[in-house]
């Protein structure tokens, strides 16, 4: 039994604080002494630029690739796509690829079931997992929902 805590912070309006909220609570809780990965599931990756990541179109590996490697069945090393932040926290990191990702999640057999997949393998190395999602009700959020013990909704 692990005990990882996995929150999806999420709202279908944007502006309300998700990413804001991710952020802090992610390195409040990393200062805390907690293992904190914080995922950005918004392709316009305001997560990731919070972080100091000023182009992640620029970044090869993000969210939308370590979730092909499930789809395509292929091999996953544990450590791909996660970024070490200096405030402590885990990132793994998005862009607009994610945008190409979830349209093809329609062709997917379990589509909302991907996210969860890849948490699963990497819960065991973290406390908690912060799921900053966008603002739609669309598969990826789905997804986000279904990898999630809780939710909580900024507004
Ligand atoms: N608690 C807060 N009080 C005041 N402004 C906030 C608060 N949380 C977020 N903001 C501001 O609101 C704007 C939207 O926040 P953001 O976290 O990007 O929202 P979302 O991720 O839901 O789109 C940002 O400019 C942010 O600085
Ligand atoms: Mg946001």
């Given at each position: 039994m692990d005990n990882c805590n996995v929150i999806?912070?999420?709202?279908?309006?944007?502006?309300?604080?998700?990413?804001?909220?991710?952020?802090?609570?992610?390195?409040?809780?990393?200062?805390?002494?907690?293992?904190?990965?914080?995922i950005d599931a918004d392709p316009q990756g305001s997560l990731t630029i919070s972080l100091g990541y000023k182009n992640p179109d620029e970044i090869r590996t993000t969210?939308?690739?370590?979730?092909?490697?499930?789809i395509s069945d292929e091999e996953l090393p544990s450590s791909m796509g996660i970024l070490h932040h200096e405030e402590g926290v885990d990132l793994v990191a998005s862009n607009i690829e994610l945008s190409a990702l979830e349209v093809s999640l329609f062709n997917v057999m379990n589509r909302e079931y991907?996210?969860?997949?890849?948490?699963?393998r990497?819960?065991?190395?973290?406390?908690?997992?912060?799921?900053?999602?966008?603002?739609?009700?669309?598969?990826?959020n789905i997804n986000a929902l279904v990898a999630a013990d809780s939710v909580i909704i900024p507004c």
């Open positions: 999806a912070i999420t709202n279908q309006k944007g502006g309300v604080g998700k990413t804001t909220t991710t952020l802090n609570l992610g390195v409040g809780l990393s200062r805390e002494g907690k293992r904190v990965l914080l969210v939308a690739s370590v979730m092909q490697q499930i991907v996210l969860k997949n890849y948490i699963e990497v819960k065991p190395s973290y406390d908690y997992i912060l799921i900053d999602c966008m603002p739609s009700l669309g598969m990826m």
